[in-house]
């Protein structure tokens, strides 16, 4: 069974090289208390392009220009505590070249966030321990220069209850 969900197709910013990947702090939701991508859900009122590059700037502070899209990926979950079933996101993920702004390292006081604040953290820091699957996702793509293409099955899955950011 398939949990009910708003839409499951997302779409993802990767900021990176061989070495480093900007990620969220992330607050909420599935991936709480892991590094995240820049991720929003599909609009009705942009282009995914717009989406990705609109919540990238959001979430990490950076202007970007889309270099190419990676690809598109499937993720099932378990379901949490409150749902039945299977979680189901649909990313495409995007590799994307900043152009401006500064990375937004803290959370800004002035409105409700979805992320602590961004980070660049080494690709080698980043793990299962502390970072959403689709942030292994973009590790991967940025150490081979592959993207997958098969469905990702996460056959166990926790929140942590406390923050896993490194420094923290």
Known sequence: ???????PLFVCGVIGDETT???NKCL???FKNRYDLATAPVSMTQTMSETVTSITAT???LQTAIEKQL???RLLLPAAEDEIGVRMILSTFYLLEPVGGQLLTERP???ESLSAGAARVSLNQLNWG???PLVLQ???YLETGTFPIADQLIASYAIPDQPQFLGH
Do not use: F, H, W
């Not at 069974?1 to 839409?7: A, C, S």
């Open 28 to 30: 909420t939701g599935p």
């Open 130 to 132: 502390n970072s959403s």
């Open 138 to 140: 973009a590790k991967r």
């Open 59 to 61: 979430e990490t502070g």
């Open 109 to 111: 006081k002035y409105t």
């Open 21 to 23: 990947l900007v990620v």
């Open 1 to 7: 069974m398939i949990v009910e969900q708003d839409t």
């Open 71 to 73: 690809g598109t990926l």
